[in-house]
C-alpha cells in the first residue's frame, strides 16, 4: 500500500516556464511533508518542507502547497532552469516521529 | 548540514555472498538511517541505527539478513547477508538534523547481485 504516491513518473518543462510536481498522500497521520531533489549518483538532498499547519511555503524559485483536505501536496518551480532537471521526491512523515515515506518519484527535465 | 560518505559507492557480489556498507558523518548525530531504493520503487527505511542500543528494523526487514553497527556517533555500518538478485538496489544512509527534523543522506551504494 503506497502512502505517498506520485502519480506522474516524468515531466518535461521548456526553460523559464513553470514545473508544477504532484504528490499525493491517504494517511491523514502525517503533518510534515518535504521535497527532495536528487541527481544521478548521489543522494537525494532536501529542497523545501512544509508542516501540516501551514498551507504554503516559499524558498526563492521553490513553493509547496499543502492541501490538507484533499491530502495533496504540489511543489511549484518557477522559472524553471535546465539545471533543476533530476529526479524529484515528495516525503510525509506522520506525528510525532522521524519516519519518512517517500514517493516513487518524478523525473524533471527542463528542456533549454 | 552534514557532509556524509558512503563506501563502497558500487559493487557487484555475487549470489550468497555479503556485503558491509560503510557510513560516515563529519559531525556527531544521533540518529542514523538505512534506506534502500530498489529499481523504480521509492526509497524505503531499512532500520534505525541510535548509538549504543540495537538497531530498529522497519516491516519486512530483518537484523538476520541486514545487520548494523552504530559503534559511534559519527559511523554506521549495514551488511547485507546472503544476498540475492533481489538485493539488488542503492542503498542510503542518512541522518536527521534534530533541530528541523530533515533528514541528509549520503550519496549512496549501488549494489548489483549476480
Known amino acids: 500500500d503506497q502512502q505517498v504516491k506520485q502519480n506522474s513518473p516524468s515531466l518535461s518543462v521548456q526553460e523559464g516556464r513553470i514545473s508544477i510536481l504532484n504528490c499525493d498522500y491517504t494517511?491523514?497521520?502525517?503533518?510534515?511533508f518535504l521535497w527532495y531533489k536528487k541527481y544521478p549518483a548521489e543522494g537525494p538532498t532536501f529542497l523545501i518542507s512544509i508542516s501540516s499547519i501551514k498551507d504554503k511555503n516559499e524558498d526563492g524559485r521553490f513553493t509547496v502547497f499543502l492541501n490538507k483536505s484533499a491530502k495533496h501536496l504540489s511543489l511549484h518551480i518557477v522559472p524553471s532552469q535546465p539545471g533543476d532537471s533530476a529526479v524529484y521526491f515528495c516525503a510525509a512523515s506522520p506525528s510525532g516521529t522521524y519516519k519518512y515515506i517517500f514517493g516513487t518519484g518524478t523525473r524533471l527535465k527542463v528542456l533549454a | 548540514s552534514a557532509v556524509i560518505s558512503q563506501k563502497p559507492s558500487r559493487d557487484i557480489c555475487q549470489r550468497g555472498t555479503s556485503l558491509t556498507i560503510q557510513c560516515q558523518v563529519d559531525?556527531?548525530?544521533?540518529?542514523m538511517f538505512w534506506y534502500r531504493q530498489q529499481p523504480g520503487q521509492s526509497l524505503t527505511l531499512i532500520a534505525t541505527a541510535n548509538q549504543g542500543s540495537e538497531a530498529t528494523y522497519e516491516s519486512g526487514f530483518v537484523i538476520d539478513k541486514f545487520p548494523i553497527s552504530r559503534p559511534n556517533l559519527t559511523f554506521s555500518t549495514l551488511t547485507v547477508s546472503n544476498m540475492s538478485p533481489e538485493d539488488s538496489s542503492i542503498y542510503l544512509c542518512s541522518v536527521e538534523d534534530a533541530e528541523n527534523y530533515e533528514q541528509y543522506f549520503g550519496p549512496g551504494t549501488r549494489l548489483t547481485v549476480t
Open positions: 494517511n491523514s497521520m502525517f503533518d510534515y
Open positions: 559531525s556527531q548525530v544521533t540518529m
